[in-house]
Structures are given as structure tokens and as C-alpha cells.
């Protein structure tokens, strides 16, 4: 069974930065794409980023040149470094992972942004 977990998350002031880590049980070249989702209070759970088994990764416009993913495929392990952060990125981050049989989620971990 595929486990993902997060780590790197915290409290951190607007502007800062913090690098989210996603470590797999397995070989994450195994999986089609690999992504980054957040929710906030009170909201949906959107996603932050996406990374393909090629390396072609997505953002939304609101992280778009804040935020990178990145996969370390020796490690089996994604990553999100996210620049500039602002209070509205407040939200606990989620890694997911996609294969033929379906998607796979972590526990996620909390990221505060304060003003």
C-alpha cells in the first residue's frame, strides 16, 4: 500500500519561505503525476501544484512564481519550495499521488503565514 508523508510545514512570517517535503513508500516513478493541494478553513481543497512522471509540472496564477515541485526520483520524494509566502497561502498542504488504479493522499501538514 502506497503511504505518503509530509513534512516541512510550520509558522512563518509573510515573506518568508518554507520547502515542503512528500516521502513515498515506494518508487514515485511508478506514479503517472504527483501534486500539491491545500485547504484552507472554510474552503475547498485546491491544487498547488502538479508534477508529471516527465518533470512537466502546472501552477495555478495565485502561487505561479512563488511555489515549485520538484521530485527527487533516487529519494522517492517531492518537493515544494514556496517563496514569498503571504497570509492567504495559510492552509494545511496535502501531497497526492496518481497511478492507473487511483490517487493516493497524506496526512498533510500545517503552513501559517503570519502578517
Known amino acids: 500500500q502506497v503511504q505518503l508523508v509530509e513534512s516541512g510545514g510550520g509558522l512563518v512570517q509573510a515573506g518568508g519561505s518554507l520547502r515542503l517535503s512528500c516521502a513515498a513508500s515506494?518508487?514515485?516513478?511508478?506514479?503517472?503525476?504527483m501534486g500539491w493541494y491545500r485547504q484552507a478553513p472554510g474552503k475547498q481543497r485546491e491544487l498547488v501544484a502538479v508534477?508529471?512522471?516527465?518533470?512537466?509540472?502546472n501552477y495555478p496564477d495565485s502561487v505561479k512564481g512563488r511555489f515549485t515541485i520538484s521530485r527527487d526520483n533516487v529519494q522517492d520524494t517531492v518537493y515544494l519550495q514556496m517563496n514569498s509566502l503571504k497570509p492567504e497561502d495559510t492552509a494545511v498542504y496535502y501531497c497526492?499521488?496518481?497511478?492507473?488504479?487511483?490517487?493516493?493522499w497524506g496526512q498533510g501538514t500545517q503552513v501559517t503565514v503570519s502578517s
Open positions: 497526492a499521488a496518481f497511478d492507473g488504479l487511483g490517487s493516493y
Open positions: 515506494g518508487s514515485i516513478f511508478s506514479f503517472i503525476s
Open positions: 508534477i508529471t512522471r516527465g518533470g512537466t509540472t
